[in-house]
Nanobody, 124 residues
Framework: QVHLVESGGGLVQAGGSLRLSCAAS????????VGWFRQAPGKEREFVGG????????YYADSVKGRFTLSRDNAKTTVYLQMNSLKAEDTAVYYC?????????????????WGQGTQVTVSS
């Protein structure tokens, strides 16, 4: 079992940057693919990005491609989401999730464990 805790959210002006962290408990963290999702008020949860177990491959939603970067440090059992050139439409609660299987990164149903979320607010 994995327990996930997100941090790093906050208020930032448009064009600014934030780095979110997803810290995981458990020594088997390297066996999990990790995804990030976000949910804005009144909207459905949407895929942001995913990273493979080793960190060798990453996947991004078109809306964040070129602005967001995923990385992970399995020794620290942490995944990072670097967010640059933030826009007002990036405002949402951001969640990280872990999948021990081989489900689609893009589907929230693929993931077995979820964090509690961290709020990101971008002011225009």
């Amino acid at each position: 079992q994995v327990h996930l805790v997100e941090s790093g959210g906050g208020l930032v002006q448009a064009g600014g940057s934030l780095r979110l962290s997803c810290a995981a408990s458990g020594r088997t963290f390297s066996m999990y693919n990790v995804g990030w999702f976000r949910q804005a008020p009144g909207k459905e949860r949407e895929f942001v990005g995913g990273i493979t177990r080793s960190g060798s491959s990453t996947y991004y939603a078109d809306s964040v491609k070129g602005r967001f970067t995923l990385s992970r440090d399995n020794a620290k059992t942490t995944v990072y989401l670097q967010m640059n050139s933030l826009k007002a439409e990036d405002t949402a609660v951001y969640y990280c999730a872990a999948d021990r299987g081989s489900g689609s990164y893009y589907l929230s149903s693929s993931y077995d464990y979820w964090g509690q979320g961290t709020q990101v607010t971008v002011s225009s």
